[in-house]
């Protein structure tokens, strides 16, 4: 066996010293060369090594085979060898919304719970003229309360947390509370930065996407990657154009297309609604509205399968036998003897899964959206679904302030909906609501539970995916026994287990 090192991912500070050295001008300093190379591989017997040195040597005969190859043989997953990273300051968070969107790239962002906020936003361009006032008033007041609410929030947690003030790890979280709580003051243009990484592949599709967004800034943020990654590698990212994309997809590039392209479906769609009785804003803000029949079932017949040489009929009637014969507990626990709090569940566990609809805050959304190994389809934000207090604002007597502001933000954003209604959803707070499906596996239920679940989640999304995890658990009860939070892992699988 030989392994070599190919690449890998360097600071951009030293890309540049090295194309500012004389004696190194001309190196070819793009990601297309290992990807040609990797896409070579499927026909050509050389090392791919050499292949390596061949891309290196010609770097326009490496592009015009990735053309060929990613976009007339439809080999597209070599761009997937091209990686690149960005550093995104002053975007706002709904715009961070549209970016997150994409699953199978990697984040990392501003936490609004542990940095304290400083009023700073994002101001949209759709706004320009004659609504700039109103925007910027809502701004301010979102801002004043959020600096009261930190304020009086932060004594409140004192108060309540004593024993938390002694070492300074504790007090910042103790601030940290504060903090959490405050934010949900402030709007969607809040400013964030994130360091953000994907592959030429996932970059492409993204940028595509985002040009047909219906936001200025979003559509912006698209043009940057496209300018700066395809410079560097033109060969890879290629079909971001609109009009290239109406002449490949015959359908314009955007969000809405389904509006503006299926007149009637959508008449349709809008007419069944309102035979349905509208829209409805009631019930419960967790549902879990499907899930495939016997999930325990499913799962230990995957069980069953993945160790065994038995047909899946077999594992399934064995399956069977187990429930139906009471040994299907003894089982799972033996199964779960070795497992822990820092491992996922392991791939059988992908083979139950569930579909809930979810009505939840700004704040909360901003994180649930970040667990990528699910399908989640959301609604635009609504303030008809009401607004999510955070419990010490009640206890502290700013939920009259609270309720004012979020009601003050409604009217602004139907005000400013009139110019443009996706870009009037900037001005809604963290406390606004939205609908959301949410399809998940048992394994990612797991993940879910053992992150937002534990004490060291923030009490919208622990409250939230608590509620899941309880109905999920209802449904299957032997595959979720050892779904709980990281800090009730322990004493749960004493419990069950034994030891
Ligand atoms: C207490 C707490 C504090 C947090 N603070 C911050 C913060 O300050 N800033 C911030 O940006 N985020 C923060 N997060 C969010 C966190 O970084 C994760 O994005 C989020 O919890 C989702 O977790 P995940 O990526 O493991 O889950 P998922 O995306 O659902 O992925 C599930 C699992 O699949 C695998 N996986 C998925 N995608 C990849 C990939 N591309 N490469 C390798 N493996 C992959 C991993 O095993 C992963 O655990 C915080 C989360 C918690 C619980």
Same mark, same amino acid.
């Not at 601030?175 to 949900?184: L, P, T, V």
């Not at 930065?193 to 993204?206: H, I, V």
């Given at each position: 066996m030989e392994v070599k090192l190919a690449g890998y991912n360097i600071d951009s500070n030293i890309i540049e010293k090295v194309r500012a050295t004389e004696s190194l001008k001309g190196l070819p300093l793009t990601p297309e060369t290992v990807a040609v190379a990797y896409a070579r591989i499927s026909r050509d017997s050389s090392p791919v090594t050499e292949l390596r040195k061949k891309s290196l040597e010609d770097v326009e005969a490496a592009r015009k085979s990735a053309k060929s190859i990613v976009f007339e043989m439809n080999h597209q997953s070599v761009a997937e060898h091209a990686v690149f990273n960005f550093d995104i300051l002053d975007i706002s968070r709904l715009c961070i919304e549209s970016l997150e969107w994409h699953r199978l790239c990697s984040y990392t962002e501003k936490s609004q719970r542990y940095q304290e906020l400083v009023g700073d936003y994002v101001f949209p361009k759709e706004f320009e003229g004659e609504a700039r006032p109103l925007f910027e008033r809502t701004m301010k007041d979102q801002n004043d309360l959020y600096t009261k609410a930190f304020k009086v929030l932060l004594d409140y947690f004192k108060g309540k947390y004593p024993q938390?003030?002694?070492?300074?790890?504790?007090?910042r979280v103790v +601030? $940290?509370?504060?903090?959490?709580?405050?934010?949900?003051a402030v709007s969607l243009a809040t400013k964030a930065?994130? $360091?953000?990484?994907?592959?030429?592949?996932?970059? +492409?599709?993204?940028i595509r996407c985002m040009r047909g967004n219906p936001l200025e800034e979003v559509k912006t943020l698209g043009e940057k990657f496209f300018e700066l990654a395809g410079g560097v590698a033109p060969s890879l990212i290629l079909l971001t154009d609109p009009a290239e994309y109406m002449k490949e997809f015959g359908r314009p590039l955007n969000d809405d297309f389904f509006i503006k392209t299926h007149p009637n479906a959508s008449r349709l769609a809008s007419e069944t609604m309102e035979r349905h009785g509208g829209i409805s804003r009631e019930g419960d803000e967790v549902k879990l509205i499907g899930w495939n029949g016997q999930g325990d079932r499913a799962i230990l017949q995957a069980i069953l399968h993945s160790h065994t040489l038995a047909s899946a009929e077999a594992c399934n009637e064995a399956a069977e036998k187990l429930i139906r014969d009471g040994e299907a507990e003894g089982f799972i626990r033996e199964y779960l003897a070795y497992s822990n709090p820092w491992e996922s569940a392991t791939r059988e566990y992908e083979f139950a899964d569930f579909t809930f609809e979810v009505i939840l805050s700004s704040a909360c959304y901003g994180q649930m959206k970040r667990h990528r190994m699910s399908s989640q389809l959301v609604q635009e934000y609504d303030p008809g679904l009401g607004f999510t207090y955070p419990p010490s604002v009640i206890d502290t007597g700013l939920q009259k302030e609270f309720g004012e502001n979020y009601r003050q933000s409604s009217e602004a954003y139907y005000e400013l909906s009139k110019y443009n209604r996706a870009a009037a959803q900037y001005v809604l707070t963290n406390g606004h609501r939205r609908r959301m499906l949410i399809r998940a596996n048992a394994r990612e239920l797991h993940h879910i539970s053992r992150l937002r679940e534990d004490a060291h989640a923030q009490w919208d999304v622990r409250m939230v995916s608590g509620d899941m995890l309880s109905l999920a658990r209802e449904k299957c009860p032997l595959s979720l026994m050892l779904a709980w939070g990281k800090d009730r892992f322990p004493e749960m699988k004493k419990e069950l287990l034994g030891s």
């Open positions: 938390m003030l002694e070492k300074k790890w504790d007090r +601030e $940290g509370y504060a903090k959490e709580d405050a934010r949900y930065q994130l $360091g953000f990484t994907a592959n030429a592949r996932n970059l +492409e599709y993204l």
